[in-house]
């Protein structure tokens, strides 16, 4: 397994190009399965996650063609042969769920094994069944697996969310593009990664408005057909590499980041004392008045704090003046970063959903664990500011969402190399 190993101490210069977004690509890739003509990506991130969506596909009859050094994906369900999700895939990469509403709405079946929970929490999967069984789809569960038939076809319904998921509104919104009449989909989640799925959805003929909004309407069509759709950009790569300067010092300009991404993070951010503006290409972010400020965060849906970037903003306010407190809303189990940033010196205490972060003047480097995707990142960025040098293993969890990490960073002056492990 590979390790990344980081020495602190470098202030950050330079320009960091921001990816396109895995949690948009990995909800706009299912969307091939609801039209017999083909359906082109670009701006695709590089990620393993976006790996295991292309075996998932191809498992299912679809043809991936990755294109331009994985920029580009072109992919065709003209035919599809197999409308299983097995266990094997969807436990590797819980948006697996996300073939689940698009199989039902063009094949009338198909079965997805459940995910299951994940190390961040329990991650239940009622929300989705509740939307599409309200579009007339019957589902069952045995041995392990969601078994879906529409005998009927889907129809239009009002559904409310009990809360605003981002992976039912996106496996309803897709279902419900083919069903017949209209479907209200009442608290839907309002993620940029929702809208630019509707966008896609829009380019391949779908009748839908209120896409940003928490309730949209979906108006049924007959079929959908092909289209070229640019992904939008990672939002949560952007604020990642935000974080960055913040940690080192110094000045990073984000290329393709925009404020109206991450609205509540950048507010934090300038709570904080880090300068953010808008530059021509993107976003700069400096930090020139000495030690970050503490400030509270709490995690919401969107436009809310992002529960995607609480680990890295826990790796910044450990090095804070003064004392924040993180209180995470979103998932159950999603502080163990912590106990690792305290191998580093951090002063953190964890309560149920929420941590105290007592603000220490500099982390020391220590060998460290990735338990899961952000707080590996967290680490690395926790590694940035450290004295001396800070082993992060376990890092294939970093590489589901963080492309060429070790290149970006190191472009802006930051000590970071790789070590391949067996
Ligand atoms: C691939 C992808 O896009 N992943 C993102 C997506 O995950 P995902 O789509 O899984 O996140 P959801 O919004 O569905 O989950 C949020 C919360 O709702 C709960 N829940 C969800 C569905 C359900 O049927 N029942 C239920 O109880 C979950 O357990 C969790 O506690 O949004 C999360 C919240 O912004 C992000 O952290 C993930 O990075
Ligand atoms: C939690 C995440 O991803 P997933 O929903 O795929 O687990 C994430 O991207 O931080």
Known sequence: MDSIIVTGGTELRG???????????????????????PLTLTNAPRLSDIKTMTTLLESLGAEVRSMQEGRVLAMSSHDLDNLTADYDIVRKMRASNLVLGPLLARAGRAVVSLPGGCAIGARPMDIHIAGLEALGAEIELRDGYLHA??????KGAVIEQRFASVGATEN?????????????????AREPEIVDL???????????EGEGTDTITIEGVDRLHGATHPVVADRIELGTYMIAPAIAGGEVELIGGRMDLLPAFCEKLHGAGIEVSETKLGLKVARSNGRARAVDVKTEVFPGFPTDLQAQMMALLATAKGTSVLEETIFENRFMHAPELMRM?????????????????????????????????????????????TVVSRVYHLDRGYERVEEKLSACGARIERVKGE
Request: with cysteine; hydrophobic share 50%.
């Open 15 to 37: 320009q960091i190009p921001i990816a396109g977004a895995k949690n948009a690509c990995l909800a706009l890739m299912p969307a091939t399965l609801l039209s017999d003509e």
């Open 149 to 154: 038939v529409a005998p009927r076809g889907l």
């Open 198 to 208: 509707v966008k896609c959805l829009h380019s391949m003929g779908a009748h839908i």
């Open 345 to 389: 010196g951090a002063e953190i205490e964890v309560h149920g959903g929420h941590a105290t972060v007592h603000g220490v003047e500099r982390l020391k480097g220590a060998p460290v664990m990735a338990t899961d995707l952000r707080a590996s990142v967290s680490l690395i960025l926790a590694g940035l500011g450290a004295e001396g040098e």
């Open 172 to 188: 309803v919104v897709m279902a419900a593009t083919l069903a017949k009449g209209t479907t209200v989909l009442r608290n839907a």
